[in-house]
Nanobody, 114 residues
Framework: QVQLVESGGGLVQPGGSLRLSCAAS????????MRWYRQAPGKQREWVAQ???????TYTDSVKGRFTVSRDNTKNTIYLQMNSLEPEDTAVYSC????????WGQGTQVTVSS
C-alpha cells in the first residue's frame, strides 16, 4: 500500500508560479514511475508529467518549457514546479505512483485567475 499526499495548490495570478509536492509513504526509489495528472472542471483527467525511477522526465506538450517535475529520494517526495501559469492550467492536480499497481493521491486545487 502506498499513500500519496499532495500539497502546494492555491490561487495564483496568470504568469505566476506554484510548486506542488507529492509525499509518498514508501521509498520512492522503489517506484517505477510517478506522474502528475490534472482534471479541469467538465473535462477528462489528463496526464501532465512523469518522472521515472532513473530520473527521466517527460511532459505533455501544453506544459513543456513551463513545468518541471523533480524528485527528492531523501524525502520520498516529487515536485511539480509550475511557471508562467495560465488560466487553462486551472485544475485539480493529482499524483500517481506505479508499483505492483497504481496508487493515487487525493489531489490539490490549482486556480489561475486574476
Amino acid at each position: 500500500q502506498v499513500q500519496l499526499v499532495e500539497s502546494g495548490g492555491g490561487l495564483v495570478q496568470p504568469g505566476g508560479s506554484l510548486r506542488l509536492s507529492c509525499a509518498a509513504s514508501v521509498s520512492i526509489s522503489s517506484i517505477a514511475y510517478m506522474r502528475w495528472y490534472r482534471q479541469a472542471p467538465g473535462k477528462q483527467r489528463e496526464w501532465v508529467a512523469q518522472i521515472t525511477r532513473d530520473g527521466t522526465t517527460t511532459y505533455t506538450d501544453s506544459v513543456k518549457g513551463r513545468f518541471t517535475v523533480s524528485r527528492d529520494n531523501t524525502k520520498n517526495t516529487i515536485y511539480l514546479q509550475m511557471n508562467s501559469l495560465e488560466p487553462e492550467d486551472t485544475a485539480v492536480y493529482s499524483c500517481y505512483a506505479l508499483t505492483s499497481r497504481g496508487f493515487w493521491g487525493q489531489g490539490t486545487q490549482v486556480t489561475v485567475s486574476s
